[in-house]
C-alpha cells in the first residue's frame, strides 16, 4: 500500500471548479451598504482587478488556471494525499483517515493557492502595490511570497496579538520583501482612532481588514486582497479537492466524509466543493466544516447580511455571522477568529449539504499532538480542528470501515508558542460567549 | 518539463550504500584513548546497540533498509528533487541547479534520516532510553520524533545558546515526548564542573556529547545516539544520493559536480556517496563540501585522530580537526560549529575525491534570501552554506551549462530569528581563528 498518493507535475488540474454555479437556491449578491442594492464590480474595481471580480461573478463551472500560475504552483504543488495509517492505529480504527497536506507550500500552509493567482491578476493589470491584513500570520506570509513573486510590494497589517505572539511569521514576511505593522496602526485613520480609544487591544481581523482598505482606497497605484471568505479565494483553494479526488481515485477508494476546519471558509471548501457535484448526483457523501467553539459563527450564528470589518467599509455579504463588532476569545488559531463565514460555505450550509461542527480548542490541541507523535507532523492549531473531527468522525464506532478525508491546511512549526501554552496547562476552553453575542448580533445591519 | 522530480514509496531504495569498502586507502580504525589500540565493538557496546556497530565496522557495501525503517520513512521519503528554474533566471546562468529537499522530513531536515534506524536499532536490542546531544536543535528534534516512534524515552543535552534562542526547537521535542535540558547542566559531573568554571558559558556539541555520553554510561537502561561523524549515520544518509541518481536519471541528466554544507559530515557524504563508485569508474563528477569560515575543519584543520568531545571521552576518530577544546564563533549556524568532521568525509578529501570550499556567513544569508525569493523555501542557516556554494558554481561562468546536485538538507522556519539578526546588521564575517586554532591544535593527543 502506498502511504502518500502522488501527482506529477503534468498531472496538475489546469483548471479550477467553481462551486457556485452548482449551489441549490444560488448565492446571494453583496449588497453596496449605502444604497443596500446588488454591488456591481465598477465600484468594487477600486480595490480588486478586474481579473480576480470576473472570478467573484462568474457563473462558469471550470476556469483557467494561468500558465504562469501553474508555474508557481509546481513549486510545492500537486501536493500529496496521505493516509494516516500510524494515527488509525493508535486509535484502534478500522476507519481509513487521508488526508491531503498542504503544509508543504513554502509557507507552510494552503493560503498560497489563493495568494499566487491574486498577485498575478493584480501584476497583469500593472497594480504596483497590495495590502491586506493577516491574523495568525499564514496569509500575510502567502501573500509576501506571491507578490514577490511577481514583483509587486506588499503591506500587511497583522493583529497585533500575532504580531507580538509570532515574530518568526514577520521574519517570513521581511524575507520575501514585505512591509509589515501591528494592527491597529497608527498609519490610518480607523488605526489611531481606535488606538486613541483602546491603547491596549489586541486587534482582530475585522479591525486589521478595515486598516488595509483604507490604505488601499488611498492609493492609485494599490489594491487590497483578502485570503478567505469571498468566491474568488474559494475558487483558487479547489485545487486542493481537485487533485484530491483523483488521488483518491488512484488510492482506489472514495471518501465517506469529507473535514476541514473554517475560519472564513476557504481551506474547507476548497478541499470540499469539488467533490459536491457527486453528492448533487446522488453519491452519499458528508462535509464537515469544524469551527472552533468560542467563534462559532456557522454552529450559533445567524444567516444575515452583515460587514465583513469593524470600519463597516466592506460590501454587505450574506453569510453566518457573529456580528461584525464581535470580538472572539483570544484562542491560539488565530485563523478561526472571524466574525462571519463565506457566502458560498453559508450557502451550502443552509442548504444542509454542509454540516457544521463545533470543538473545544483543548481537545484540539490534544489531537495535534497525537497527529504529531503518530504521523510525524505537528499541525497548525487551526488545522488540529480537522485533526479532531477526524478522530471523531474515526472513533464514533471503531468497527465502521469507513473512509475519512480531511484537509491538512498547515504545518504548526510557527506556532509552537502556543503548544507551549497548551503543555503548561495556561490555555482554558472558552463557553458559549453569549453575553458578548448578544451585543454584537443585535449590532448587525438592517437590510 | 517537470519542476519536481517524485519517487512513489515503493521506488524507494530498499539498500543503504555503504562507501567504506570504497574509499581507496580505506579507514582508520577509532583508537582507544587509554591503550592507542583499535577499539573492537565490546567497549563500544557500552553506548551503541549493536545492529549500528555492525553497521559501524561493516565492509558490505549495500545493507538493506529493516520493513519498519521503510514503514517511517514514507512519511516523508522519497524526498523530492526540484529543479531550481526560479533561481537560475535569477542568476542569469545557463547551468541547471537541482536540489534535493530534505526539509519536507517532519522536522524539516535530514536528521530524521538516521534518528529513524538509530532508534529502531536500540528498540530492537531492549533499549528503554536514549541519550544525545544537539547544537541547533535539529538532530534533537529527529530523534527525539524518531524515538516517539518505538515507545524509547529520550534525553536531549541542548547547546545552552541553542537552548535559549530556539525555543519553538524545544517546544517540538517536547510535542514528541522528549526530556531536554540546557547543556552544560547540573546534571552531569562534566556539566556540572564546566558551569563550576564557566558559569556564563553559551556551551558547545563537545561539551554537550560528553554530558550525553555520561548520562549512558551511568545507566543500564540507557544507549547513546550521534546524529552525524559516524560511518553508520553516513551509511543511513545515503538514501538521500541514492535517491538522488534515481530521479537525475528521471529527469535525463547527470550533474557534473554534487554540493553539500558540512558539519560533522553527514548529509554531505550522505547526497554524495552514492555518486562515488561511478567516479572510480571513470565518470568526471566533482563533489564539493563546504564550511563555515570560521569552523573550518576541512581546508585549516589536520588531518589526525583526536577526540570527538571535550571531555575526551570517545574513542579518538581519524579525521580533519581543530582540536577537540576548540571553541568556535558563534556563527548562526549552529549544526556546523563543530571542531572535527566525519571520518569517513575526511578519507575522501585526503584521498583528494572530496573538494573542501569555505564561506563566510553573510555571504550565506544573502544566498539564503535569494533561494526564498526565487524558489519559495527559506534554508536553514547551515543549508545557506550549500546554496552559496552552488551560486558560486553556477556563476562561474554563466554561458557554461553545467549541471549542479545540491542537498538542501533543511528549511529554516524555526531559524527566522537568525535572520532577523542578518537584516538588522547584528551579524559579522569572522576571520579564520588563528590564535584559538593554534591553541586547540597544541593540545590534539599524541599518537
Known sequence: MQKKILLRDDEMPRQW??????????????????????????????????????QEMSQDRFIDIPEEVLEIYKIWR????????????????????????????????????????????????GVKRITTETGAGQWGCALSFATSKFGIDCKVYMVRVSYDQKPYRKSMMHTYGAEIVASPSSETNIGRKILAEFPDTPGSLGIAISEALEDAFGRDDTKYALGSVLNHVILHQSIIGLE????????????????????????????????????????KIRFVGVEPAS??????????????????????????????????????AGGLRYHGMSPIVSALVREKIIEPMSVHQLECFEAGVLFAKTEGIIPAPETCHAVRAAIIEATRDLNDPKTILFNFSGHGLIDMA????????????????????AKSMANLPQI
Do not use: W
Open 17 to 54: 471548479y467553481n462551486v457556485v454555479p452548482d449551489i441549490p437556491g444560488g448565492l446571494k449578491p453583496p449588497l453596496d451598504p449605502e444604497t443596500k442594492q446588488p454591488m456591481g464590480p465598477e465600484k468594487l474595481s477600486a480595490v480588486f482587478p478586474m481579473g480576480l471580480l470576473a
Open 78 to 125: 500537486p501536493s500529496p494525499l496521505v493516509r494516516a495509517t500510524n494515527l488509525e492505529k493508535a486509535l484502534g480504527t478500522k476507519a481509513k483517515i487521508y488526508f491531503k497536506n498542504e503544509g508543504v507550500s513554502p509557507v507552510g500552509s494552503h493560503k498560497a493557492n489563493s495568494a499566487v493567482p491574486q498577485a498575478y491578476y493584480n501584476m497583469k493589470e
Open 244 to 283: 484530491a479526488k483523483k488521488q483518491m481515485e488512484m488510492a482506489g477508494d472514495y471518501p465517506d466524509v469529507v473535514i476541514g476546519c473554517c475560519g472564513g471558509g476557504s481551506n474547507f471548501a476548497g478541499i470540499a466543493s469539488p467533490f459536491i457535484p457527486d453528492y448533487l448526483e446522488g453519491r
Open 295 to 332: 467563534c462559532p459563527s456557522l454552529t450559533m450564528g445567524k444567516l444575515a447580511y452583515d460587514f465583513g470589518d469593524v470600519a463597516q467599509t466592506t460590501p454587505l455579504l450574506y453569510m453566518y455571522t457573529l456580528g461584525h463588532d464581535f470580538i472572539p476569545p483570544g484562542i491560539h
Open 418 to 437: 502556543s503548544y507551549d501554552k497548551f503543555y503548561s496547562g495556561e490555555l482554558q476552553n472558552y463557553e458559549y460567549p453569549a453575553e458578548a453575542l
